[in-house]
């Protein structure tokens, strides 16, 4: 079969990292990416070779800065099978006409609402419902972390009631226009929305309560889940460690915060310190009666890129379940942070 011709539509935080995992698969061609300014990001983009497609009318002003034009945004639309939208939240709800004007198909991001796309995606919980939707939309990073540990225990013991506090991150490390404020900033109305979203993808009862705090590496969770089953550590431990995109850490061997989580990264040469995977403290688990206390960590700006790839080969039958996950994990090097 020909590979799958993607375009990523807005070139930031999230859509430079599934570009980049984009020219990582042997199913898929990168036809290139939109951008709207012609910055550095702009330039470096187009010194890698990838092509940009930019706003009509603009295209004079990113050639006048250096920038190699290919052109519009509605151009890259017409040539590609499909379009991965990360542009900011909301927006991605306003370019849908245009997709459907061309009749490509649409990936959205978790700051689109669900019914965007009448479908939200994870691809541990629903990756077969994924084959041959037109809209799919990828859930936020916490949700998407969230989802991952829910469904290996739901599938173990049922889940009777979950409850997580998140304390996020403030703004990503590049974001200098939100910076860093010095204070605690609680999400309200409580419960926070982590809750329903997750039930978009896995139909569990939950509920979240959400804290921004004055931090740019990860998110932090502290969940509470009561299940239906009696559970067992040990073997919630050996379970959790069978799933690459989830990676067990203990406080000791010194790692007893986001920081050190970012410092493995790091030293383990991991591309902008990206961490995939969901990060579990096994030193927190704790088994009480029917319910499980744990805390994990969640690296906000590369959680989600596996699951976009994922949801391409799912709309398109290019594999199924096991194999893309295992395609996406090799590719992308997710497993390899084990110590």
């Known amino acids: ?53 930019v706003p009509e009318g603009s295209e004079e002003t990113f050639e006048n800065k250096g920038v190699k034009v290919s052109g519009t945004i509605e151009d890259l639309i017409t040539k590609v099978d499909v379009i991965v939208d990360a542009t900011p939240g909301g927006v991605g709800a306003q370019n849908k006409p ?48 969230l989802l991952r540990t829910l469904h290996v225990i739901n599938e173990l013991y049922g889940i009777k009631e979950a409850f997580a506090v998140i304390i996020r991150r403030a703004a990503d490390p590049a974001d200098d226009k939100a910076g860093i404020i010095n204070t605690l900033e609680p999400a309200i109305p409580v419960p926070s929305h982590h809750g329903p979203d997750v039930r978009t993808v896995l139909d569990v009862p939950i509920e979240t309560m959400a804290v921004k705090t004055p931090t740019t590496l990860m998110h932090l969770h502290a969940l509470q ?13 050996e379970t959790f460690s069978s799933y690459k995109r989830i990676l067990l850490v203990s406080k000791n061997l010194g790692i007893k915060s986001t920081a050190k989580i970012v410092e493995i990264a790091r030293d383990l040469g991991r591309k902008r310190y990206d961490i995939y995977e969901v990060v ?43 194999e893309s996950i295992k395609k996406t994990d090799e590719s992308l090097s997710i497993g390899t942070l084990e110590l």
């Open 280 to 322: 579990l403290w096994e030193d927190s688990i704790s088994v009480k009666d029917y319910s499980i206390y744990l805390y994990q960590a969640v690296h906000q700006e590369a959680i989600v890129v596996p699951e976009n790839i994922d949801a391409i080969r799912a709309m398109f039958e290019l594999a199924e379940k096991e």
């Open 98 to 145: 245009l997709y459907e004007k061309h009749g490509v198909k649409a990936i959205f991001q978790g700051g689109e609402k669900h019914e965007v796309a009448g479908f939200s995606f994870n691809a541990y919980v629903n990756y077969n419902d994924a084959k041959r939707r037109k809209f799919v939309r990828v859930v936020s990073c916490n949700t998407t972390g």
């Open 225 to 237: 889940v009561k299940t239906e089953k009696k559970p067992n550590k040990e073997e919630l431990l």
């Open 1 to 53: 079969m020909a590979k799958v011709k993607v375009g990523v539509n807005g070139y930031g935080t999230i859509g430079k990292r599934v570009a980049d995992a984009i020219l990582l698969q042997d199913d898929m061609e990168l036809v290139g990416v939109s951008k709207t300014k012609p910055d550095f990001i702009a330039k470096i983009a187009s010194s890698k070779g990838i092509n940009i497609y």
